[in-house]
């Protein structure tokens, strides 16, 4: 009998109700998160099953969200927060730099902040402004905290889990445009994916290619294309899942065996996730090298609204041929 499959919000449903049964200090909660089960539904059925002491709807305010999650964290819950979309955390992002990225190096390890903030994040859903934003980069910036943005339902459960296990506070962004898009088998009960480490999703030997989030489907777009013409390149595909940490070794070996490599996001191209690659990159593997690394990302401007997001985001066609451009070189 063939496995049930479920997508994305199913699959980091399944991980909360995982985690709270095995841990009663998880806690979920935020803008109605208990009784409607989050905008997304993310959440549906937690309250009815762990009650309303553990899973509750909080006040529309995103720092006091964070804020008393830090306490509750530092004091030995493990609280789970979801903000209703990415662009609404920046009011929160004080509590997150000043307090639950410094507690454990304020308090000398006496404590930490086993706190994570869930959040959708980026675009392609053709939101209001504020709901598309993809600024990993900032988060990954800050010193304490971990980021973590799935590809996928396997990866999410996986993921999902060992974040709320993880002793300091993890951001774990979700794509919204992926929530539904994709299905995969039911993950297994005790999967559970470590931080900090990328996955290969295929190898190859001539190009390197480096996604993660909604992305890696783009990505799978542009090899499906490549794959039609007569010499199709021999891809290693990389999925980052954590952003911070990052994975340096699994890059730096794949880049010294293909020699070029092309890195896609969707956030702004200045100061991205990308060039913090590309910088590690050339101080490790530079001398293999044999064509510059390429950014396919989005711009240097504010989302776009509605019919302009597919003019922003990076499409099949342009990783394709970016990814030509760069063997070609």
Not at 176 to 183: F, L, N, V
Request: proline share 6%.
């Amino acid at each position: 009998m063939p496995k049930e499959k479920i997508n994305l919000v199913e699959a980091i449903n399944l991980a909360l109700k995982e985690e709270m049964t095995q841990d009663k200090n998880v806690i979920v909660y935020g803008e109605d998160v208990g009784f409607e089960g989050g905008v997304f539904r993310v959440t549906e059925g937690l309250q009815k099953q762990f009650g309303e002491q553990r899973c509750f709807d909080s006040p529309l305010c995103e720092s006091g969200i964070v804020g008393t999650a830090i306490g509750a964290a530092i004091y030995g819950l493990k609280p789970v927060v979801e903000i209703q979309f990415a662009g609404f955390l920046y009011s929160a992002y004080d509590q997150l730099i000043s307090h639950a990225a410094r507690i454990r190096t304020r308090s000398r390890g006496r404590f930490t902040c086993p706190l994570v903030v869930r959040t959708p994040y980026g675009g392609g859903i053709k939101a209001l402004e504020h709901h598309s934003e993809s600024m990993e980069a900032i988060y990954a910036h800050t010193p304490g905290l971990k980021v973590v943005i799935p590809s996928g339902p396997q990866e999410a459960y996986g993921l999902l889990r060992a974040a709320i296990q993880d002793p300091d506070p993890v951001i774990f962004l979700e794509p919204t445009r992926i929530y539904r898009a994709i299905k995969e088998e039911a993950p297994a009960k005790d999967l559970i994916i470590p931080l900090g480490k990328a996955n290969i999703v295929q190898t190859g030997d001539q190009v390197t290619v480096i996604a993660w989030g909604a992305m890696l489907r783009e990505v799978k777009k542009a090899l499906a294309l490549l794959a039609q013409e007569k010499d199709a390149p021999a891809v290693e595909l990389i999925d980052l899942r954590t952003i911070s940490p990052l994975d340096t070794e699994t890059i730096v070996k794949s880049v010294e065996k293909t020699g070029h490599c092309v890195i896609v996001h969707e956030a702004p191209r200045s100061g991205g996730i990308a060039a913090e690659i590309i910088a590690r990159i050339n101080e490790k593997a530079l001398l293999s090298l044999e064509a510059p690394v390429k950014r396919i990302t989005g711009f240097d401007t504010v989302f776009p609204l509605y019919q302009n997001e597919s003019l922003y985001l990076p499409s099949p066609e342009q990783i394709a041929a970016g990814i030509k451009a760069v063997i070609n070189f």
